[in-house]
């Protein structure tokens, strides 16, 4: 509900941008992530979608587990690139990621539906 009102309340410039957030937890959870190079080790993973001045427009917590709805020819990070650009597509956005979601295949993927990228490849 929050996610619906975030989008209906704005609407977004050309230049999207698509990270991951860290949301600092210490708690029990199956889904509690740890990465050793952030400052909060421990915590919950969040896939954010924002404008260029930072507004929220989508997000997905990470919950360890594929959606079954996900196409079988999608990478894990394709599919959840997807997601939070479907509401967007066909609209002529620019999506700016880092080399962890940006792949030849995605670009390519987004291109056919009026969506340009903008990153680094590994």
């Known amino acids: 509900m929050l996610i619906?009102?975030?989008?209906?309340?704005?609407?977004?410039?050309?230049?999207?941008?698509?990270?991951?957030?860290?949301?600092?937890?210490?708690?029990?959870?199956?889904?509690?992530?740890?990465?050793?190079?952030?400052?909060?080790?421990?915590?919950?993973k969040f896939f954010e979608l924002t404008t260029s001045d930072g507004y929220l427009l989508n997000m997905e917590l990470y919950s360890g587990s594929v959606k079954e709805d996900d196409e079988s020819d999608n990478t894990k990070t394709e599919a959840v690139v997807?997601?939070?650009?479907?509401?967007?597509?066909?609209?002529?956005?620019?999506?700016?990621?880092?080399?962890?979601?940006?792949?030849?295949?995605l670009s390519e993927k987004l291109l056919s539906f009026k969506t340009h990228t903008n990153g680094t490849l590994r």
């Open 82 to 105: 997807m997601r939070l650009m479907k509401p967007y597509l066909m609209k002529g956005h620019e999506l700016f990621m880092d080399n962890y979601y940006n792949s030849y295949e």
């Open 4 to 44: 619906s009102q975030f989008q209906s309340a704005y609407s977004p410039s050309k230049e999207l941008s698509l990270d991951e957030s860290l949301l600092h937890f210490r708690g029990r959870l199956n889904f509690r992530v740890y990465i050793k190079n952030k400052k909060s080790r421990y915590g919950l």
